[in-house]
């Protein structure tokens, strides 16, 4: 906790807005997306505010589940849980994306609209809901290590009526190598599955040969913890790397061959 502290007030001192920004792609994204005031909802009726209540309804869901699963962990561990016996309420609550970020998440894909994405350790689907109501048409293939977790998954996405998604329980290094199809150009990948640096940096680097000039990926948790930053840092420097967006909790990143190199720290 008390390296999250630091790290945070590191970022609060670097980051800017987007009066700092001049590359016309990321200023626009900052205030279009990011700072986008239409991205608030004004008034209950209007569509954005029916879709983040979607979003909240399917977080209440789980937060009222009391029931317990055994989970199996692959990722680098829980600093919240002792016990692999974990109530769904309890993991939907410190486990899961926020409301906030699962927000973000939503206004990110509605705003670049990529129509295949790949979304590394699924967990309750709170982020993959946000997913799929940002673009409905996109095909997304979300992945799960947890058989029991990814079962309550698909529960909740059928619960909801949520069609546009592929769970498949699978290790993730086991389906980057074997299954994966390579000839899929995943538009926008969201890294959420194991938060230590050689799983971070691997999946990075098997994943590399599906990029296309315009893909998005958006690391979570980059300053989760001292390797964590140390994996984000050499992800900035490899050469297929052009501009590199730090928001504290995810790190975004681009392979736009037009745009110089360029990184950034925006307080979002």
Not at 9 to 14: R, V
Not at 182 to 197: A, C, E, R, V
Not at 202 to 213: A, G, P, Q, V
């Amino acid at each position: 906790m008390l390296f999250q502290i630091k790290s945070y007030l590191q970022f609060l001192w670097y980051s800017k807005n987007e009066h700092a920004v001049h590359s016309p792609f990321v200023f626009n994204l900052i205030t279009k997306c990011f700072y986008d005031t239409k991205s608030k909802p004004n008034s209950s009726g209007s569509e954005r505010a029916k879709q983040y209540n979607f979003l909240k309804e399917y977080r209440n869901s789980l937060l009222v589940n009391k029931n317990t699963i055994e989970v199996t962990d692959f990722g680098a561990g829980s600093r919240v849980f002792k016990s692999n016996t974990r109530q769904i309420s309890k993991i939907a609550q410190t486990a899961g994306i926020s409301p906030k970020r699962a927000e973000l998440l939503f206004i990110i894909v509605n705003y670049f609209q990529p129509e295949t994405i790949l979304e590394i350790g699924t967990s309750l689907g709170l982020a993959t809901v946000a997913l799929a109501l940002g673009n409905p048409k996109a095909e997304i293939t979300t992945l799960e290590g947890c058989p029991n977790t990814a079962n309550q998954c698909q529960l909740q996405l059928q619960k909801f009526n949520i069609k546009n998604v592929n769970l498949v329980v699978t290790e993730f290094n086991s389906y980057f190598k074997n299954d994966q199809p390579s000839t899929i150009n995943y538009q926008l990948i969201y890294f959420d599955g194991n938060h230590s640096k050689k799983a971070t940096l691997d999946y990075f680097e098997l994943l590399l040969s599906t990029i296309s000039n315009d893909a998005v990926w958006i690391f979570d948790d980059i300053h989760w913890s001292p390797e964590m930053e140390a994996a984000w840092e050499m992800i900035k420097k490899h050469p297929k790397v052009t501009v590199t967006i730090d928001t504290f909790q995810w790190g975004l990143i681009f392979f736009r061959r037009e745009q110089p190199k360029e990184h950034f720290i925006i307080r979002v």
